[in-house]
C-alpha cells in the first residue's frame, strides 16, 4: 500500500520530471516567447497545440469572439484562475481543475453550463509535451462535464525558473426559471449535506509538492459537478442553497453560510465524510481537513423534510456515493458554527484567516 | 444619465490621478500570499480594496457566478490575459487595457456588450496603491465602456522580484440578428477603413519600458471601441468585418484578411493614418509600424459603395476622427498584401512572424 502510494507520487512527479531532463537534452520543444507574439507562431502554437485537441464548433470559427445561439433563460457568467503547483499532481492536473473548477460555479448556481472560456498564460520555457498534457486534460474534463470550450487566449511570460502555467476559465449557463439559490430562505431545522469525502484536492497537491508518502494514496477530487447537482434538483427537494467547497474548504462554506442565513450550525464530526488516508495526512501535517480545498464536492442547504430524499439521489450518482447529511441550522445566537466532537465537545469551526496551503488550486 | 456616466468616469480618473502621488511611502502596504487564500484576509481585500471600486447591481450579489437577466439574440463570448510590462505606461494602465481589449473583441463582432468578468493574478508584494490604482482605471474604463464588471476571482502567486499583476477579462454580448462579420463575403473593390492614427500603443510601452524620450509623447491609443463600431453599422453601409488590430498590428489583420477572403489587398502608404511622432519613434526603433499593436483602433472592410458614408460616420465619432481609407481588395492571385509605396513602388506587408514586442498587451 505504502509502496503503491510512493509509486504514484513518484509517477507524477516523473512525468512533470521527465519534460524537464529531456529539455535539458536541447531537442525537447519548449514554449518560446514568439508563441505568444500574435504572429505566424502563435498560429503554430494554436493550429498543432491547442485547437485540435479542444475542436468544437462553437470553437472553429476561431473569430474575435464565440457566437453562441440564444439561451433560454437567466444567464450565469463566472470565472476563476488557477494557479496551482505542481502543475500535476495524483488524481489530475491544472487542466482538469481549470474545467471543474467554473463548470462547478456555473453548478452550484443550479445553472446548466453552456460554454467555457481558457485563457493561457504559459512561461516561457514550459515544454510543449506538458503543455499538450494539460490540454488534452482540459479537452477530456470539458467532454466529461459536456461543455465545450468556446474561445480562448494565449499569452506568454517571461520564464520564472520552474515550469509554469496559469489558466483562467470563464463560464456561461443558462438558470432556468424557478431557481435560484439564497440563503435567505435557510430555516432552522434544515440539512446540511456533502456529497462526499474532504479535503482530499489539496492533501493530493500538496502531497507530490511535498514529496510526502501518506500510507493510502490520496488523489485530487477534481470532477465535474454539473450532472451531480441536476440529479439533487431533480428529486424536486426544495435545496436552498449548493456551493462547492474550494479554497477555504468546507470551514470556510459553513462559515459563509452562518453569516448569509442569520443562523448557527451544529456539525456532527462523526457524520463527515473523511476517508483514513485523509484523516492521517492531515493529522501528520497538522492541518484541519475541513479547512483545506476540494474540487469535486457540493454542499447543499436542503429543507428538513427533504434531506433523506436529496441524500438519497446524491448517493445514487457516481461521484456522490460517500455523502452525509452532516449537521443542521439551528436558531442559537450569535450565528456561529459549532462542531459536535466524537467526544462529545463543541468546538468552534471558522474560517481559515489566512493562507494555509499557497497555490493549491 | 449621460451626465451621470461622465461623472462616474471622471471620478474615477482623478481618483487613478490621486494615487500615483501618494504611492511612494516605504511602509507602504503590499499584497501578500495570504490574501489569495480565500480566507479572511482575501475577504478583506474584495471589501475594502476591489468592491468598492467595481460595485453595481451584477456584481454586488458575490454569488459564484453573476445572473443576467436574459438576453434577446445570440450570445458572444471572449476572454483575453494581459500581461502588459510596466503596468502603467502613458495613455493607461493594465485595468484599462483589460477593459478595452474585452470590450472591443465583442465590439468587432457587431455585439453589444452586456458584462465582463476580472480575474486578478497577483504577485505577492505588489504596492496595494498600485492594485488600487488599476482597478479605478477598469471602473472608470468600465463606465467609459457602458459595460459593468458582473463576476470576478482574486489569486495570488510567489514574488518574481517586479511589479506582478496578469489580468484576465471575458465578456458576454448579445449579436443582433441580421449582422455576422463574414471576411467571405467581401468582393474585389472592397475598402478597408482604418478608424485612427496606428502603432501608438505598442510604442507608449516600448517607450516607457525601454527609457526613450520621443519628440512627442506617444500615449496608448487603449479605448473601448462599442460607440464607434455602433456608429459605423448604424450608417446601414455594408460593413463586411471588423477587427482590432492588436497583436501583430494592421499587418496582421491584412495578412488574416487576404487569407479569410481569397483576395489581395492594395493599401497607400501614403493613405496610413500614422503621426509624425509615430514615424518617428518606429524609424528609431527600426521597427514597421504596421506590425505595432492598437488597442483603439478597428479595421473594417466595406462594400466599395458604401466607403465613404462608414468613412464620414467614422471621422464623426471622437475616437474616429484620424480615419482613412486605406486601400482596396483585388483579385490578383496568390491573395497577398501590398504596400503601394510613397516612392511608386511595390512592397509586400506580411505577418509578423515572431514576437517583436514582447508583454505589450
Redesign the interface.
Known sequence: MIEDLKKTARDALEKTRATDSDAAGADEARV???H????????ELLAEHVLPRLDNALLRPL?????????????????????VAPLVFPGGDIGRLAVCGTV???A??G?RPV?L?????IEEGLPLALLDRVLDSVAAAAAEAGVPV????T????R?GEDGL?I?T????V?PEGF??DAGRIAAGDAVLVSGHLAEHGLAVLSVREGLAFETEIRSDAAPLNGLVEALLATGGDVKFL??P???GLA?VLADLAEDSGLSLEIEEAALPLSRAVLGAAELLGLDPLTI?NEGKVVAAVAAADAERVLAACRAHPLGRHAALVGRFTKAAPPLVELLTRGGGRRLVS??????L??IC
Open positions: 518560446l516567447m514568439a505568444g507574439g500574435g504572429g505566424e507562431l502563435t498560429r473569430m474575435d469572439s464565440a457566437v453562441l445561439p440564444p439561451l433560454d433563460g437567466r444567464l450565469c457568467f463566472t470565472t476563476d484562475s488557477f494557479v462547478n460555479d456555473l452550484v448556481m445553472a460554454a472560456s481558457l485563457g493561457l498564460v468556446a474561445t480562448g487566449d499569452k506568454v511570460i517571461e520564472r496559469i483562467n470563464a463560464g456561461v449557463g438558470l435560484t439559490v456551493r462547492d474550494t479554497r477555504g470556510g480545498a474560517r481559515p484567516y489566512g493562507e494555509q499557497p497555490r
